[in-house]
């Protein structure tokens, strides 16, 4: 994994977590640890965020593996392209320049198992929260797939997945365990934060598609153009 994914994708998730913050807060704050023993409690928010990641993963494997099919296919940059174009449309979109896109829909078939956890706390259940809350609709979430599809690799999409869900765990912590830390106006204002990072990751994908640093061999793996001979895509 190239060293500028690792930090596209570590940045996302930091910033993710202020967004999280936001939108994911008054779910981490509503987990319901104060009804489980004293001696389970870290292991149980433990488990919640390894649940989170492993969705995260399992999902970049997905986008990943199609990435990889894309690339094999010669088509990475335009996929990067793409990727870009998509991002900057969605910001558009999301925020009131354009109307009648929502990628929000279609949250029951999480939310009600999500309903039925809640009410019945022990740890199995709280890896289940973990898991589920990984897989609902989420800005920052498409803006991580986006960037996993065009590694072009089942195994780098999904280890960029779990840099994003990693960097979303100490702001939820915090807001769990600390949550004068974050009060609820400040938790509003972290979400200015998302079309920046939308937009700056977006660039990156139009300039690695319009400007690539590589070529690809005929083993569909990347070559840096100053080695040898490779297929360009």
Known sequence: MQNVWIIAALTTGLVGSLHCVGMCGPLAMALPVGRL???QRVLAMGLYHVGRITAYSGLGLLVGTIGQGLLLAGLQRSVSIAGGLFLLIWVLFQHGKLTGLSLNGGRSWVTKPM????????LKTFTGLGFLNGLLPCGFLYVALTGAITTGSAATGAFYMALFGLGTVPALL???FVPTF?????????????????????????????????V??????????????????
């Not at 309903?115 to 022990?122: A, D, I, M, T």
């Open 115 to 122: 309903s039925r956890f809640l009410q019945s706390p022990n």
């Open 216 to 233: 690809i061999d005929q083993t569909g793996h990347e070559v840096p153009i100053c080695h040898g001979k490779g297929v360009k895509n």
């Open 174 to 176: 915090l807001v769990r």
């Open 37 to 39: 023993p004293r001696s």
């Open 182 to 214: 974050f009060p609820v106006n400040l938790r509003r204002r972290f979400t200015v934060l998302m079309p920046v990072i939308t937009i700056a990751l977006a660039f990156l994908l139009l300039v690695r598609g319009f400007y690539p640093s590589t």
